[in-house]
């Protein structure tokens, strides 16, 4: 299968190598990867925050730019739920019936990581091991409008070396939302501490999840409370080939 890579400006500013990782995990399996370098914003900042009409021209970017694509795989379900489900509603907002069309065909082909392994190409085990204590916490959007469910922790829990522990509380946003965290920044900061909490409470080594933008949140928290443990996006864990100790 040939598989279009949908990076979002996140992580290519400042998470390449969750990319990267992505990619070696669809080329273990045998597909074709591919990446258009046109590819920038989708524009879900834009939207939420109220600048609709500024957003427009990255969603018909977006548009134009995977067109082509056969399928398109993202290392983000908050991103990946912008263009099933707010694309939609940004081209009726528009009042715009040809984008609507386009953007609707579009989001069947549009995938987060786990979800598209486990439930498109029915892969569990990609080949991973990873010797580390593992936590997992559920992002908002992947489990709220993608509905992506246990995929992340089937595939976590056919990796070789792993111990995966629960995370109390995992439902609880962490508090980061995008801007919410700027424009809330206390409210903000005393859910990321809940949240915090829970994850030292698993004595896990690695904080994982779907979403870098939730894990940078989180592991600025970690990270300022010296607690040792690490955050470290679900891809790069699936592309890993660590040998234990």
Known sequence: ????????????????QTGLAMARVLRRLGHDVVFNPAQTCCGQMHFNTGYQAEALPLIRKFVNDFREAEVIVAPSGSCVAFVRDLYPRAAEWAGDEELLAEVLELGKRTFELSEFLVNVLGVEDVGASYPHRVTYHPTCHAARLLR???????????????????????DQCCGFGGTFSVKNPETSTAMLADKVSSVMATRAEVCTAGDNSCLMHIGGGLGRLQSGAGVVHLAEILASVEAAP
């Open 1 to 16: 299968m040939k598989i279009d890579l949908f990076i979002t400006c996140l992580n290519d500013a400042l998470f390449p």
């Open 148 to 170: 992506v469910g246990d995929a992340p922790l089937r595939l976590l829990r056919q990796v070789r070396g792993l111990t995966l522990v629960t995370l109390p509380d995992a």
